[in-house]
């Protein structure tokens, strides 16, 4: 690859195995992975990637046990109370995709005041997928087309263009470069659309 990228996206995984190596509880490696962030987001803005995409929570994550679902809750108030200063200096916004509706209030609150708090800024963009499933953004997209359709505001026939403009990723370029960090080969319903012409790295680091 020897063009910029401009829109490289992480699938930050791999945080309870990482633990368990060191006869750690799996939210050990959750809490580091919190710095992890700070640290990918402080060096990609500082090689100008325009955006930045962390797969932080899915839509199958719910599945996991309650209590570590509990300590995944509380990792968007750790990691903004920590750095939202430092984020806001260096010039990042922040935004998300995925649907925010079945998080608790204090977790949403945490995360929308992120965003409205760095929307002027105009460095690059931190995307934290949250709650986000590929095949559902495909399904919602498809459903906005059809009402969009039905109430006589879009005219044109759907294409592969404005297909993505009713996806959560419309204001983004695609996806030059996509990082697995556990060595699983696999997207886990992860960008599916936007990664279609993607590099993909998968780190071997697990044994
Ligand atoms: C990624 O690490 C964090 C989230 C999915 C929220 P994991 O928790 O999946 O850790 P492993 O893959 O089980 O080791
Ligand atoms: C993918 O990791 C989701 C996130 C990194 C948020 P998972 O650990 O949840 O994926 P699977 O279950 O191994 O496919
Ligand atoms: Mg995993």
């Known amino acids: 690859m020897t063009e910029k990228l401009k829109h490289v996206a992480i699938i930050m995984d791999g945080n309870g195995r990482w ?3 060191q006869d750690k509880e799996r939210t050990f490696g959750h809490f580091h992975g919190v710095e992890k962030v700070r640290e990918i987001a402080i060096t990609a803005n500082d090689e100008n990637i325009e955006v930045l995409t962390l797969y932080a929570f899915s839509t199958e994550n719910w599945k996991r046990p309650i209590q570590e679902v509990d300590y995944l809750m509380q990792l968007p108030s750790m990691f903004f109370s920590k750095y939202l200063k430092e984020l ?3 010039n990042i916004r ?5 649907d925010l509706t079945p998080f608790p209030e204090n977790t949403k609150r945490v995360l929308l005041n992120a965003i409205k708090d760095t929307s002027h800024n105009t460095g690059m963009v931190l995307v934290f997928a949250m709650n986000y499933g590929s095949r559902t953004e495909i399904v919602e997209a498809a459903k906005k ?6 109430s006589g505001k879009m005219t044109e026939e759907l294409n592969e263009t404005n297909f993505e403009q009713f996806l959560m990723t419309k204001d983004y ?5 996509c990082i697995r960090t556990s060595g699983e080969q696999r997207l886990s319903n992860f960008l599916m659309w936007q990664l279609a012409y993607a590099e ?3 780190f071997r680091w697990i044994n």
């Open 19 to 21: 633990a368990k190596k």
């Open 88 to 90: 806001l200096e260096k």
């Open 94 to 98: 922040i935004e998300s995709i995925g």
């Open 145 to 150: 087309y059809h009402l969009a359709m039905v």
């Open 173 to 177: 370029p695609a996806v030059d470069l």
């Open 200 to 202: 993909l790295i998968y």
